[in-house]
């Protein structure tokens, strides 16, 4: 298989992780727990470690930053509540020795989270055009390559599209860079209401977006085609008219000699051309071919 791309962005990460059911669930059981141990006799510490271990760990799936606040509750709790305690004063080392290490245990599960959310951050940047939330040219033929193996081992059809806004320079000259930049994330958005849930979207670059269909053959292209291109007709209305696409497409047939996936991309790129040169907001579509070398 090939290297893991993280998944595009959606609307709902980028306002932030949600608090999950189960998770708040387990941080009041694991404070509940946390307290209970401060309070109770000192072997109720080690009854604390099994019990907030494996929740802390659970936690840490959801949301570590619930799973640092039970450590570090469970710290806090048995050195400032257990002080009340009958035996408080004999058991003081032990309780400053399991705060000390409960709280560790919480700031490290803490900044784990710090850097895992940068990691994943930046690995999501380096695959995904900033503009439009879409994938860019690397996740593409990341996820290209996967899905042409997919196609090879289940004979299975492929189709890969390339769709460019017709005349964008103009409206970018009448209108300026932010009426074009707002055009193209509208347009991204339109693309995304009007494919499948498992198909796949990249801004290659520009105005020129890519499209990868799987289990699409020529008939299913069309179609797709057809709608794509009529929802940017009817609903992208700028100043100057509509703004309308010339789309190209390139089908992988089953069967066929397996076709790289720049090689793919290039020759759906060819088809959009013709498209353009045929009078513009219109698709072309062919076979894929072996390239000669």
């Not at 998944?7 to 727990?33: E, K, N």
């Not at 930053?65 to 257990?82: D, E, K």
């Not at 900044?111 to 999501?124: N, P, V, Y």
């Not at 060819?270 to 894929?288: I, P, T």
């Amino acid at each position: 298989m090939t290297q893991d791309v993280p998944d595009a962005p959606r609307d709902s990460d980028r306002a932030g992780p949600r608090i999950q059911p189960r998770s708040l669930c387990l941080f009041l059981l694991g404070g509940g727990v946390g307290l209970v141990a401060a309070w109770s006799h000192p072997a109720w510490d080690l009854v604390a470690v099994l019990l907030l271990t494996p929740i802390a760990l659970i936690l840490a799936a959801d949301n570590l930053g619930l799973a640092a606040g039970v450590l570090v509750l469970w710290g806090l709790s048995t050195l400032g509540v257990g002080a009340s305690r009958p035996d408080a004063e004999s058991t003081r080392p032990q309780r400053l020795h399991v705060a000390v290490e409960a709280t560790l245990m919480g700031l490290a599960a803490g900044l784990f989270r710090r850097w895992r959310d940068a990691t994943d951050a930046a690995r999501r940047a380096a695959v995904t055009d900033p503009l439009t939330g879409l994938w860019n040219r690397t996740g593409l033929l990341h996820r290209l390559d996967e899905e042409l193996a997919r196609a090879a081992r289940e004979q299975k059809p492929l189709a890969v599209g390339v769709l460019d806004l017709d005349r964008f320079k103009t409206l970018n000259d009448r209108r300026g860079h932010a009426a074009g930049d707002r055009a193209l994330v509208d347009v991204a958005a339109l693309l995304r209401q009007s494919v499948r849930k498992y198909d796949f979207l990249a801004r290659l670059g520009g105005d020129e977006f890519a499209l990868l269909l799987p289990g699409v053959d020529s008939t299913g292209a069309h179609a797709i085609a057809a709608r794509l291109l009529a929802a940017i007709r009817d609903a992208s209305r700028t100043a100057d008219g509509h703004i309308t696409a010339s789309l190209g497409i390139a089908i992988v047939e089953p069967g066929a000699p397996l076709v790289e996936a720049t090689e793919l991309i290039r020759q759906a790129d060819q088809w959009m051309y013709r498209a353009k040169q045929s009078g513009r907001d219109r698709c072309e579509l062919g076979s894929a071919t072996i390239a000669p070398h």
